[in-house]
């Protein structure tokens, strides 16, 4: 049991704003898999400390949370607007989580045309199929081995529809040593992109997302339809022609600059809650 320091944060914030699957929370308590280890995690707030129960290291599950990150010089970096500034106040102490590329990489490749429950319950599936078990109704994520020669007629059970073929693809690229997953980290955020996007099924918003939550690249501004819908409704509308998203990303890093990876979770977490944005408080 590990009890860590953890200043402005707030743990169901992080947990339920859509960038991780696998955490539910029972009883004030959140149960999930990291890493192939369960993981219970409580946030003491009124001691601004998080209670942590797992086999893996304190620095990993220390690093997992970004308890490094200064929230508070972020959000002055970030707060260009009303909308933004609403956000970051209502919703502060959410931060990005840094996830293991592998799992994060195949989550968002089932991201694709989904929504949040539907992608818990494809990941589930395919854990309790694929995955090792970790008992009290636990299982690891699949390795890319077991998903690379796994049959389409098994993923079915999963219900991931026309994503099953193009994740056993990229399962069999990383299993063939034709996508590095550790690459990524050592290139630039253009070149880690362009990169992700060599794996069939990988657009620019899944390759966003992965860079965002699992290569520490903070100037990824994922766009998808909820984001894209924040942009034209609250910021602009001019975004027009097959690339919009595209153009709206690169807009994103250049509006709320290094760490708009921060900025669009929070609006995005607004808006799913709230179903609009404010106009600051």
Not at 32 to 58: C, M, Q, W, Y
Not at 143 to 163: I, Q, T
Not at 217 to 244: C, L, N
């Amino acid at each position: 049991m590990y009890n860590i320091p953890a200043p402005y944060f707030n743990l169901d914030y992080t947990l339920d704003c859509g960038q991780v699957f696998r955490w539910n929370l029972e009883d004030e308590w959140w149960h999930g898999v990291v890493k192939g280890e369960i993981v219970h995690a409580f946030h003491d707030r009124e001691n601004e400390t998080l209670i942590l129960d797992s086999k893996l290291p304190k620095d990993y599950l220390h690093t997992y949370f970004r308890l490094d990150d200064d929230l508070p010089f972020i959000f002055s970096d970030i707060d260009k607007d009303p909308y933004i500034h609403e956000a970051i106040s209502k919703y502060s102490g959410m931060r990005l989580i840094l996830q293991e590329p592998w799992e994060c990489l195949i989550s968002y490749m089932l991201a694709t045309a989904s929504n949040i429950p539907r992608i818990k319950k494809s990941i589930e599936r395919m854990s309790r199929l694929l995955g090792d078990d970790l008992g009290d109704g636990f299982y690891s994520f699949p390795k890319p081995k077991s998903l690379a020669s796994c049959y389409n007629e098994e993923l079915c059970e999963c219900k991931m529809g026309f994503r099953a073929r193009r994740i056993v693809q990229a399962a069999q690229m990383v299993v063939d040593k034709e996508f590095d997953l550790t690459a990524p980290y050592e290139m630039d955020y253009a070149d880690a992109k362009q990169y992700l996007m060599t794996i069939e099924g990988i657009g620019d918003k899944v390759a966003d997302c992965v860079l965002l939550f699992a290569y520490d690249k903070m100037e990824a501004f994922p766009v998808d339809t909820h984001v894209e819908k924040i942009v034209r409704q609250y910021y602009s509308d001019s975004f027009k022609g097959p690339y919009a998203k595209a153009k709206m990303s690169k807009w994103g890093h250049s509006y709320f600059g290094k760490y708009c990876g921060y900025a669009q979770q929070y609006l995005f977490y607004q808006l799913r809650l709230e179903g609009a944005l404010g106009t600051g408080i």
